[in-house]
Structures are given as C-alpha cells and as structure tokens.
C-alpha cells in the first residue's frame, strides 16, 4: 500500500489554503490546515507533515515563532523559504534536482 506524503498549510487566509490544498493534492499529497500557530501545532503532531508551507504574520505568533516551535517539538527541519538578503544559502529549488526524476535547470526557473 503506499503512503502519500503529507503537508500542512498554516495560513490565515482561508483562499490561500484552499488554492494551497488544490496543488498540493494534485502533486499527490495528503494536505491538513491550520489557520493558527496554536492549531499548527496540534495538526503538526496529529499528522507529523513532510512539508509545511507557513505563513509569517499569523493572528496568534509569527510564522518564524511556528517554525522554532515545531522544529525542537517535531524534529522538522529543511529549507526556509524567501531568504534575505544577506543569505547566502542556495536556493530551494536548487536541491530539487537532487530528488529522482527531477530535473534542476526546470526547477529552478
């Protein structure tokens, strides 16, 4: 039987989540959402996700707050996205290549 990866999308913008949700289960995912820290939380340990697309300004705490909380509660860990300026880690796109059947130069564009 083989197990879909799972993602969560915290966002407090119902639209986003359901435009989140739509690609995401098309690429195959099982998708789960919070529109809160607190309600990441509790969905992050019900469902432990491959990947969590997280919003920065939410109503509770800030998305960064979320990620730290998360990461020393879960074990999650991986790539953040926007990088500033100063940043000098590669882009995401950049280790999709490294993932069987994709192709970097695509990604990266």
């Known amino acids: 039987?083989?197990?879909?990866?799972?993602?969560?999308?915290?966002?407090?913008?119902?639209?986003?989540r359901a435009f989140a949700?739509?690609?995401l289960e098309s690429a195959g995912f099982t998708v789960t959402e919070a529109a809160t820290g607190a309600e990441a939380a509790s969905a992050a340990a019900a469902t432990s996700p491959q990947l969590v697309l997280l919003?920065?300004?939410?109503?509770?705490t800030d998305g960064f707050e979320v990620a730290r909380r998360?990461?020393?509660?879960?074990?999650?860990?991986?790539?953040?996205?926007?990088?500033?300026?100063?940043?000098?880690?590669?882009?995401?796109?950049q280790?999709?290549?490294?993932?069987?059947?994709?192709?970097?130069?695509s990604a990266a564009t």
């Open 1 to 16: 039987m083989r197990t879909w990866p799972t993602a969560l999308v915290v966002d407090d913008h119902e639209g986003f």
């Open 21 to 23: 949700r739509l690609i």
């Open 55 to 60: 919003d920065i300004q939410l109503p509770d």
């Open 70 to 93: 998360l990461t020393a509660a879960h074990g999650l860990h991986g790539q953040h996205g926007q990088p500033g300026p100063g940043d000098t880690q590669p882009h995401p796109a």
């Open 95 to 105: 280790h999709l290549g490294e993932a069987p059947g994709v192709d970097a130069r």
